[in-house]
């Protein structure tokens, strides 16, 4: 009787010890899984931001003036190079902007070739994001009246690429996924470009 107590009395610590297990092998594989979602997503957004062309405007009036990136807290656009297991390859005008949904807030992205219609051949979008609380974005340069470097709310198109771009992302108390803030350098060109748009 007391070998069949023994017994039964490991059993059940057994069988805890396997539920246990279980449970930590599956929390990790939600925290790797949310880890994998958000660094791809982090990647895509950061390589079309890289990619960035401070490209001319065009039109009557338009010469020499720099186009091509615009944005407010929600949204941006830019002109960027899009790799071809996306597109076509090539110059893309681009949009990374807020969605707002019964699953939260999210972010999509949309892409049409350089100079073409918007919903025309060529053209695609993809949510990245859904479930989020917040997500706001950002941008350094200057002032256009100081010339000082700050932070704005929004970069009106015209000015050429901003120096950086801040992308927020929060999401809801007990989402495993975590959103450090994104910022990326534009590249180097867009200071030149931001100085001829001023002249």
Known sequence: MVSLALVGLLAMVLMGGIRFGARVWEASQVQTEAANEVHAIRRFVRERALAARPVRAIGDGAEGRAA???????????????????????????????????????????????????????????????????????????????????????????????????????FPAGDPRVWPELIVALPASSGRANARARN
Do not use: C, N
């Open 68 to 170: 091509g990136f615009s944005g407010d807290g929600a949204a941006l656009r830019l002109v960027t190079l899009m790799p071809a297991y996306v597109a076509r390859g090539g110059l893309y005008h681009f949009e990374i902007a807020a969605t707002a949904g019964d699953e939260g807030a999210g972010m999509a992205v949309k892409w049409w070739p350089y100079g073409g219609e918007e919903s025309g051949p060529g053209s695609g979008q993809r949510l990245l994001l859904e479930g989020a609380e917040d997500i706001a974005l950002s941008y350094f340069g200057d002032e256009e009246e100081t010339g000082a470097m700050a932070w704005h709310d929004a970069w009106r198109g015209g000015r050429g690429l901003p120096r950086l771009v801040s992308i927020k992302v929060v």
